[in-house]
């Protein structure tokens, strides 16, 4: 049985914020505001699984009013989303996510990117594509004032490959 979910998330950008995307660091005068370290991708693609499952959204798993997650590295939360739909009997056949950003220039980074997603979901790097577009300077993306990440993600009940 095939389980699909639909994940975006959204972050401000600001000045003296470190800009971490797809579990990466990447280097940039702005980075995301959040409780976490506000990376965009990841939060996105947590939402993709916990939709597929019908299991809510991250808010609902790692709430922003819970000190526990403050400054939480993303990739832990991938982590638990990935724990939660393997204890329900799924496995992720792939990920198509989407980055919507004016700057930094990111698809240099998405090799690394793909490598530590990945790792984390047990998954081949073949089977997660990132793109990145801008919104040619319209909106508050175009203005640099934040950035979205959209991610659908494929999962199927194990055994039935």
């Known amino acids: 049985m ?7 998330d959204f972050h401000q ?3 003296g914020r470190e800009l971490v995307i797809g579990g990466i ?4 005068h702005k980075g995301s505001v959040g409780h976490s370290d506000a990376d965009v991708l990841l939060h996105a693609i947590c939402d993709g699984m916990l939709g597929a499952l019908s299991l809510g959204d ?9 000190p526990a997650y403050k400054d939480i590295d ?3 939360l991938l982590q638990k989303c990935f724990g939660l739909i393997r204890e329900r009997g799924y496995s992720i056949v792939n990920i198509d996510s989407s980055l919507c950003l004016e700057a930094p220039k990111i698809m240099k980074y998405s090799l690394q990117m ?3 997603i990945a790792f984390i979901l047990h998954i081949g790097q073949e089977d997660i594509s990132i793109k990145a577009t801008t919104t040619e300077t319209m909106g508050f993306v175009g203005r640099e004032e934040g950035l979205v990440a959209y991610a659908t993600v494929l999962l199927v009940k194990n055994g039935d490959q």
């Open 2 to 8: 095939y389980r699909i979910g639909f994940g975006i």
């Open 13 to 15: 950008l600001a000045e």
């Open 25 to 28: 660091k990447i280097p940039h």
């Open 58 to 66: 991250i808010g609902m798993h790692f709430p922003n009013t819970d």
């Open 74 to 76: 993303s990739k832990i």
């Open 114 to 116: 793909r490598e530590t």
